[in-house]
């Protein structure tokens, strides 16, 4: 399969404690997006990635929310001193580039459950 | 400001009848929009898209049109089946950039 790999499926952290999240996009894919999904809601962009560069990173998100992809491939999203509202679905995607926008692929998702 | 707003939130028909689905961009330079489905507990995936050159487009039971004056953009589902039942999402790409931004989703059941 190579679809877009995101590990862990599935955290339970206490409250205050960091988690790391990984994402494998599609290997020939330059664009790796982050996204928070709850209940109920569409996808809320968080940051996204072209090449090793991030591009930007939502003003909502809080200092306490990290992005890395040092070598243009897998990315990390970390979250640290984690809080109950951080609870959510956490979906990486990603694109292929060029001058036109090309969808989304999405991976799995990694769900948080704040304790 | 980015926003992308999207009606109704809920929408159940009859099998066989159609269902559309509309959304507001407020970006005049948004230039791309695609349309997701996403199945509980599952990964949203892509079910159409549509770029700013193009006023409609059609696969099989499945139509997009693009009023760019308007800005808004609609989904239509024709001859509707159970398996169409999911929830809904449209998203714009917005100033120019790669960023993709999400409507809230329509929650569609299709009734038997």
């Known amino acids: 399969d190579t679809g877009v790999s995101q590990n862990p499926r599935h955290k339970i952290t206490k409250r205050g404690q960091n988690v790391t999240f990984r994402c494998d996009p599609i290997s020939e894919h330059n664009r790796l997006y982050w996204y928070r999904q709850t209940l109920g809601q569409g996808p809320e962009f968080l940051t996204y990635f072209q090449n090793e560069a991030q591009l930007e990173k939502s003003r909502l998100l809080s200092d306490r929310f990290s992005a890395e992809r040092p070598k243009g491939s897998f990315s990390t999203l970390e979250i640290q001193r984690t809080e109950q509202g951080d609870s959510a679905m956490y979906l990486c995607?990603?694109?292929?580039?060029?001058?036109?926008?090309?969808?989304?692929?999405f991976g799995n998702g990694t769900r948080l459950t704040v304790t | 400001g980015e926003n992308v707003e999207q009606h109704p939130s809920t929408l159940s028909v009859q099998e066989g009848d159609s269902a559309v689905i509309k959304c507001t961009y407020s970006?005049?330079?948004?230039?791309?929009f695609p349309w997701y489905k996403q199945e509980l507990g599952k990964r949203p995936q892509l079910i159409i898209d549509i770029r700013s050159n193009v006023g409609e487009k059609k696969d099989q039971r499945i139509a997009v049109t693009l009023n760019k004056t308007a800005k808004h953009f609609s989904l239509h589902i024709t001859e509707t089946q159970p398996e169409d039942s999911a929830v809904y999402f449209c998203a714009a790409t917005y100033s120019g950039t790669y960023k993709y931004i999400f409507g809230t989703g329509t929650r569609l059941k299709v009734l038997a």
């Open positions: 995607a990603s694109s292929a580039s060029g001058r036109e926008n090309s969808p989304l692929h």
């Open positions: 970006d005049s330079a948004s230039n791309y």
